[in-house]
């Protein structure tokens, strides 16, 4: 069992218990961070608090003012749009001044929390990934202007739990945003269309869609455990006058770099105009 996260007698609460934040309770719980009883979460409606609270075993309130005096970490993971709402909720249920808030709002940063706030609590940003759910996630995370290495050691057990977790410059969060929490979308796209392809050469469609999950996964791996440029690794694969260089060659006629390169460039126009509030 990993070190626990909280002090005795303190609770840790998530703030808007939906895809994010319930992938983030089970891994700590999965982990040992913390014991059901030290957990509590929160939903707009009824039906999810209920979802919650049998799925993970913990207490879910939708009015979670009278829980918060005790909280040592606050994760807050409502919509960005609610960012000021639940700041002021928190300030008035008496949020102890040495709480932590953590957040993974996309384009909220951490100035923008600490004025919602409009105290001297410790802020962490984080940007998760859907893959958390499955313990596959990646998550980045920095620390706002009140936060000290133990604040930001806390946040990278928290994100270990559901995946690998790196300390960033905050500046570099749009970009991150748009590559890796919005990129298993795009994978999705890219294992759906070559699933199809293979369903286009005559394989039966399961079967197609196997075959795709597990070299994409393969591939990744390879990447990651050769520490080799994907450059290299796709020359190993590529033989003279073979199919493999009449397939990517198709690929690049089609411009499949520089339309990814556009994809990831919209999304971070987008979560730029999502950070000031105007989507
Ligand atoms: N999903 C991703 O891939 C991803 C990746 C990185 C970061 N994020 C960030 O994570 C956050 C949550 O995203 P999500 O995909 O997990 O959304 P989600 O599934 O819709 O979850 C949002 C949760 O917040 C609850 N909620 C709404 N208003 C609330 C309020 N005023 N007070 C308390 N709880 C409230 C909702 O309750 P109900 O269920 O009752 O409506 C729901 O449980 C977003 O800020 C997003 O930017 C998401």
Not at 120 to 127: G, K, P, Y
Request: hydrophobic content about 45%; proline content about 3%; overall charge neutral.
């Amino acid at each position: 069992m990993s070190e626990a996260l909280l002090s005795s007698g303190r609770t840790l609460g998530v703030i808007g218990a939906g895809v994010m934040g319930s992938a983030l309770l089970k891994g700590m719980l999965n982990h040992g961070l913390l014991t059901r009883q030290q957990a509590w979460a929160t939903a707009k409606t009824e039906a999810s608090c209920v979802e919650v609270a049998q799925s993970l075993g913990i207490t879910t309130v939708r009015e979670y003012e009278e829980l918060v005096a005790d909280a040592e970490i606050l994760l807050i993971a409502v919509k960005p749009a609610q960012a000021q709402k639940v700041a002021d909720r928190l300030k008035q249920a008496g949020m102890r001044k040495d709480a932590l808030l953590i957040s993974v709002l996309a384009g909220v940063t951490t100035a923008r929390f600490e004025e919602f706030l409009g105290a001297e609590n410790a802020v962490v940003r984080a940007m998760p990934n859907t893959p958390c759910l499955v313990g596959h996630g990646i998550t980045v995370y920095c620390g706002g202007r009140w936060a000290t290495e133990k604040h930001l050691e806390v946040a990278q057990k928290i994100f270990l739990s559901v995946g690998k977790a790196l300390e960033v410059e905050e500046h570099y969060f749009n970009a991150i945003t748009a590559l890796s929490g919005s990129g298993p979308a795009y994978m999705y796209l890219v294992m759906e269309s070559l699933a199809d392809a293979g369903v286009r050469v005559g394989l039966p469609r399961d079967l197609a869609m196997e075959l795709v999950a597990q070299t994409m996964l393969g591939s990744a791996k390879m990447v990651q455990q050769t520490g080799r440029h994907p450059a290299a690794l796709r020359d190993d694969v590529t033989t003279p006058a073979g199919c493999t260089i009449g397939g990517l060659l198709m690929l690049e006629d089609g411009k499949i770099r520089s339309v990814l390169a556009r994809a990831v460039e919209e999304a971070t126009r987008i979560v730029e105009q999502l950070g000031k509030g105007k989507s």
